[in-house]
């Protein structure tokens, strides 16, 4: 196994870690284990280090590879933006892996999915309202930033344990230098690749999480 590593500053001098780091991707490459898989990628759990998961990126699909990932997430969590922490990036002959935080919380797919037991905790702490309103903040100080995300689908924004909206996954996200630029087009030689907006992705969550929450009779709470 050849691997090359990019490690966060913070972690360089951290053996326990980058031992553990070189273990999981043995034991993926050669045994394999996941917590989920999403359309493109794969997430495992890291071995005795329970606040961190390792992505592992299939090359064949994402818009961009692990090392820009990672730059995103440093990037934004240097910003004290609510995304996972990076670790590191790595790279073998065989697979590319972004470790990063673990986000103690659950999607809003999960949530609606009833798949783990936070479900009454995160129920018992968010607010309607102020989740979609905070969300909303993020997204355009991320916009602000040049950033644009361009999958905010049902499984890639999380919901703490305190109902604070929390987003993942920036593997199709894009960042854009000149204002004038549409940010939810890829121009290529022949064809154009074209993105749903942060905006719209945003009402079709509140309808989801809504829908959810009406059904579970939480608006009669309130």
Known sequence: ????????????????????????????????????KGKTATICALEDYPDICVKIINKETPVNNGEEEMDFLRELSEKKFPVPAPVCFAQTDKAEYVFMEIIDGLSIEDLVKGVDDKESEILKNINFNDFFRELRELVEKMHREGIHHRDLH????????????????????????????NPYIDKGIRDSVYFPSDENKIIELKKILGSYLKNKGFFNKQ
């Open 154 to 181: 049902e499984g890639n924004v999380m919901i703490d344990k305190k109902g604070k909206p929390v987003i993942i996954d920036f593997g199709t996200a894009k960042k854009i230098r000149l204002l004038e630029e």
């Open 1 to 36: 196994m050849n691997e090359k590593i990019n490690w966060l500053e913070q972690n360089r001098e951290n053996p326990n870690l980058q031992n553990a780091v070189l273990r999981a991707i043995e034991r993926i490459e050669c045994e394999g284990y996941c917590l989920g």
